[in-house]
């Protein structure tokens, strides 16, 4: 099974700032299917980037994900207030579907 | 606009049962995988599982398999999971969500607000 790696575990940044989160992987990601999803406190995961770089609906271009094979980024180029969450990746190409560990983005 | 509501949880001794409910419009429903997802408190997410458009196919985490049966009715454009032999561990927010469903794998689009589940004595 996949073992996913998100690092850091907690980033505490400034509005402003940029953010770059990592997500590593035991294994290789095929077709680039990795996912990013924001979590805000009481809230419901958002799905923010798929395939590896693609927003989704609605996502502001601030939020760029980039990578493949086993390593990925998600970058936040100026983070504003609304920015601060917890972000989780998943690879989608493969069952059963498995999460990081997740990112906590905070001021 | 997809709009997912569940419903259906509350507080349950261990060893009871519980139905969750989740309610979907804006979408066509029955034209798409459905799954639930779940965060226990303080933690992070884990799938729980996944149901095929028509309901033929069903897949589960191990920790639920023979304990949790999820159901959809097209007709009526909703989901459930049926939680039986609940234990302290099921303790989470469940969250249902509209399940882009690929040959291998799924991507959760869309996802409802969640309704939490406390398993305790």
């Known amino acids: 099974e996949i073992v996913l790696t998100q690092s850091p575990g907690t980033l505490s940044l400034s509005p402003g700032e940029r953010a770059t989160l990592s997500c590593r992987a035991s294994?290789?990601?095929?077709?680039?299917?990795l996912a990013w999803y924001q979590q805000k406190p009481g809230q419901a995961p958002r799905l923010l980037i798929y395939g590896a770089s693609s927003r989704a609906t609605g996502i502001p271009d601030r939020f760029s994900g980039s990578g493949s094979g086993t390593d990925f980024t998600l970058t936040i180029s100026r983070l504003e207030p609304e920015d601060f969450a917890v972000y989780y990746c998943q690879p989608y190409d493969r069952s059963p579907p498995t999460f990081g560990q997740g990112t906590k983005l905070e001021i | 606009e997809v709009h997912l509501v569940e419903s259906g949880g509350g507080l349950v001794q261990p060893g009871g049962s519980l139905r969750l409910s989740c309610a979907a419009s804006?979408?066509?429903?029955?034209?798409?995988?459905m799954t639930w997802v779940r965060q226990a408190p303080g933690k992070g997410l884990e799938w729980v599982a996944n149901?095929?458009?028509?309901?033929?196919?069903?897949y589960y985490v191990d920790s639920v398999k023979g304990r949790f049966t999820i159901s959809r009715d097209n007709a009526k454009n909703s989901l459930y999971l049926q939680m039986n032999n609940l234990r302290a561990e099921d303790t989470a927010v469940y969250y249902c969500?509209?399940?882009?469903?690929?040959?291998?794998?799924?991507?959760?689009?869309?996802w409802g607000q969640g309704t939490l589940v406390t398993v305790s004595s």
């Open positions: 149901i095929k458009q028509d309901g033929s196919e069903k």
């Open positions: 804006g979408f066509p429903f029955s034209a798409y995988w």
């Open positions: 294994q290789s990601v095929s077709n680039n299917y």
């Open positions: 969500a509209r399940d882009l469903h690929y040959t291998s794998g799924s991507l959760f689009q869309h």
